[in-house]
C-alpha cells in the first residue's frame, strides 16, 4: 500500500500497519527528516489527508511520551532503525512493557493506551493513523492508582505529566 493506493476511506488498524510496512521500504520518503535530540523527540509530518496521516518520529533513550491514547484514531507503528519501549499501563500491578526492535511493528485500536520510550539512542519509527489525528488524550496515573485524562492538539508534542507513574 502506497499513498497513492490509498483508498478513500478510513482504514482499519491493520491496513495501516501495511502501509508502515512498505514505507519502511521506501527510505527515500523520509531520510532526509532524520534528526535527534534528547530535549524534545523530532517528529515531521510525511503525509496527510482526510483519512490517513503518517509521521515519521526520532528518538533517544532521553525521549518518552508519557501515558496517552489516540483519540477515536486507529494506528500503526513501524521501527525502522533502533529500537522503541512501549508500555501498557496496569492499575494495581506491574505494567506490561514489551521492546519493538529494527523491523518490528504494532498496530492498536482507537481504544488503545500506551507510552513510548527511546529503548536505544538513533531510533526512526513510522506512525500511520486513521481516522487524522486531531485530539489526543495524555494519562496521569498517580502512585496510588488515580488516573486522569487531558485532551490535548495532534501538535503539541506529548511528554510525561507531572506525575507519571513509572
Known amino acids: 500500500m502506497t499513498y497513492e493506493s490509498l483508498p478513500d476511506r478510513t482504514l482499519d488498524k491493520h491496513e495501516l500497519r501495511a502501509l508502515v510496512d512498505e514505507l519502511s521500504a521506501r527510505p527515500e520518503l523520509w531520510r532526509e527528516q532524520i534528526a535527534f535530540s534528547d530535549e524534545q523527540r523530532h517528529y515531521a509530518s510525511l503525509y496527510r489527508d482526510e483519512y490517513v496521516d503518517v509521521w515519521l518520529l526520532c528518538w533517544t533513550r532521553q525521549n518518552d511520551t508519557g501515558w496517552h491514547d489516540h483519540d477515536i484514531s486507529s ?54 493513523y486513521s481516522p487524522p489525528l486531531w485530539r489526543l488524550g495524555q494519562y496521569d496515573i498517580t502512585a496510588d492508582g488515580v488516573m486522569r485524562r487531558i485532551s490535548v492538539s495532534y501538535a503539541d508534542e506529548l511528554r510525561p505529566l507531572d506525575n507519571p507513574a513509572a
Open 75 to 128: 494506528g500503526a507503528v513501524r521501527v525502522v532503525q533502533g529500537a522503541l519501549n512501549e508500555s501498557n499501563p496496569r492499575i494495581g500491578g506491574s505494567h506490561l512493557s514489551s521492546t519493538v526492535g529494527a523491523g518490528g511493528a504494532f498496530c492498536f485500536g482507537p481504544e488503545h493506551i500506551h507510552r513510548l520510550t527511546g529503548a536505544t539512542d538513533d531510533t526512526v519509527s513510522i506512525h500511520a
